[in-house]
T-cell receptor
Framework: GNSVTQMEGPVTLSEEAFLTINCTYT??????LFWYVQYPGEGLQLLLK?????DKGSNKGFEATYRKETTSFHLEKGSVQVSDSAVYFC????????????FGKGTRLSVIA | EPEVTQTPSHQVTQMGQEVILRCVPI?????FYWYRQILGQKVEFLVS????????KSEIFDDQFSVERPDGSNFTLKIRSTKLEDSAMYFC????????????FGSGTRLTVV
């Protein structure tokens, strides 16, 4: 079946450090891929997405590229800020109609000043 | 920015009792969902709802669960007879055009069954 594996947290970085959160997936066909973020006390928010191979999703300085050959969708940011502290979830959906999201376990990021 | 609102934020209930978790989706959204996250585990899909009926449900969503959109604004999840293993954070979400366009999630209801 479809599944998502992301790196275990927590990840602790200093402000302005480079961030990578690894995400790999297993899926039949060609899923759509997402990163959602959950700030403390809030619901999950869509951060970025990619719907086909080699697409790059980007938002708020974060980027992730859909790599079919390595079945990966790693999240990167060149310079993190304290305000980026949150839990990040990688997810996929079957790319047909309104199909449910399959989530990874989430990676907690703490950025310290 | 429009929000999905969930109430209550935390509910404690005794095993065997019925609970209703409430959600107010964004007003122009057409697709509605419930997900849950047991502590330390993955966020799991429960059910999706469109055009006043269930579009898809997971194995978790058995006969003890039901959803309703009673008045065109609220979207509720009912658990008829709660079990200890139903303890989790329950997230409601809505979407204007479906999964691939992204969801807006509520901040969740933490359900504790004792």
């Amino acid at each position: 079946g479809n599944s998502v594996t992301q790196m275990e947290g927590p990840v602790t970085l200093s402000e302005e450090a480079f961030l990578t959160i690894n995400c790999t997936y297993t899926a039949t066909g060609y899923p759509s891929l997402f990163w959602y973020v959950q700030y403390p006390g809030e619901g999950l928010q869509l951060l970025l997405k990619a719907t086909k191979a080699d697409d790059k999703g980007s938002n708020k300085g974060f980027e992730a590229t859909y790599r079919k050959e390595t079945t990966s969708f790693h999240l990167e940011k060149g310079s993190v800020q304290v305000s980026d502290s949150a839990v990040y979830f990688c997810a996929l959906s079957r790319n047909s109609g309104n199909t449910p999201l399959v989530f990874g376990k989430g990676t907690r990021l703490s950025v310290i000043a | 920015e429009p929000e999905v609102t969930q109430t209550p934020s935390h509910q404690v209930t005794q095993m065997g009792q019925e609970v209703i978790l409430r959600c107010v989706p964004i007003s122009n959204h057409l697709y509605f969902y419930w997900y849950r996250q047991i502590l330390g585990q993955k966020v799991e899909f429960l059910v999706s709802f469109y055009n006043n009926e269930i579009s898809e449900k997971s194995e978790i969503f058995d006969d003890q669960f039901s959803v309703e959109r009673p008045d065109g604004s609220n979207f509720t999840l009912k658990i008829r007879s709660t079990k200890l293993e139903d303890s989790a954070m329950y997230f409601c979400a809505s979407s204007e055009q479906g999964t691939n366009y992204g969801y807006t999630f509520g901040s969740g209801t933490r359900l504790t069954v004792v």
